[in-house]
């Protein structure tokens, strides 16, 4: 079982910046894959990006060229730097880690004002 606790949503204009932070504890070997889902009010659940263990990075059309995904497999944290945040950005973000099966955080709102 693997649990995930996200932390560093918040409010921000338009243009600025915000890091997403997530940690897992529990008992597990490790993690093969973790990311970063977002949902919007009335928007189905999206991928923003993901990062395998070896450092593979795959990013949504809407995050390349702003987003950055990391991993510090030490801490067993993933960490998502927001930057140019637009309004559409707006959604509670939720962390993911797959190991035999998905595990989910209870996710962060992020609010960018115009």
């Known amino acids: 079982q693997v649990q995930l606790v996200e932390s560093g949503g918040g409010l921000v204009q338009a243009g600025g910046s915000l890091r997403l932070a997530c940690a897992a504890s529990?008992?597990?070997?490790?993690?093969?894959?973790m990311g970063w889902y977002r949902q919007a009010p009335g928007k189905q659940r999206e991928l923003v990006a993901r990062?395998?263990?070896?450092?593979?990075?795959v990013y949504a059309d809407s995050a390349k060229g702003r987003f950055t995904i990391s991993r510090d497999n030490a801490k067993s944290t993933i960490y998502l730097q927001m930057n140019s945040l637009k309004p559409e950005d707006t959604a509670v973000y939720y962390c993911?880690?797959?190991?035999?099966?998905?595990?989910w955080g209870q996710g962060t709102q992020v609010t960018v004002s115009s």
């Open positions: 993911y880690g797959f190991t035999t099966s998905y595990s």
């Open positions: 529990g008992r597990f070997v490790k993690i093969d894959v």
């Open positions: 990062i395998t263990g070896g450092g593979i990075t």
